[in-house]
């Protein structure tokens, strides 16, 4: 998908978190997405390459970066499922002149069924990549959810 919008009077927070005006925004880029199933193996890509400016001085907006990315792989077995993703953010500018740098980030998933239970484990941000969604904000660090789940049999 291709895209352009203009936007007028959109409301963005200054560096001390007070709604302000912006009078004319323009954001413009290009979205592509794909999925195939190849045999027991799901795969799903998604990027987005935009540029999201104040249409009066052409600055770009905080926070937002010129490229996202997304990947996904994941194995179903019958009772046996693993997957991985890719996660990529592109550097933007934050306030008070900080420039973000772009980060990747990579997360497991793996799924266990057996009769009416379900275990599932996601292990976020595999290396314990240290990055800022925000300036003065610390992401979120390696994480392990294990969960059991059970479904009542027809």
Known sequence: TVFAARYRDKIA?????VPQNVSRLKNGGL???????????????????????????EARQLR??????????????????????????????????????SHTLVDLSAR????????SAVLDNLFDRAYQPTAGFNGKPRSLFVSLAWQAQP
Not at 69 to 97: I, K, N, Q, S, T
């Open 31 to 57: 979205e592509i997405a794909a999925r195939q199933q190849l045999g027991l193996w799901a795969l799903a890509g998604e990027a987005t390459l935009q540029n999201m400016v104040d249409a009066d001085t």
């Open 112 to 119: 266990w069924r057996f009769a009416a239970w379900t275990w």
């Open 64 to 101: 937002r970066p010129r490229q996202q990315l997304a990947w996904r792989a994941y194995r179903d077995a019958g009772a046996f499922g693993a997957g991985v993703a890719l996660r990529h953010v592109g550097a933007r500018p934050d306030f008070g002149g900080v420039a973000l740098p």
């Open 13 to 17: 927070n200054d560096a001390n978190f």
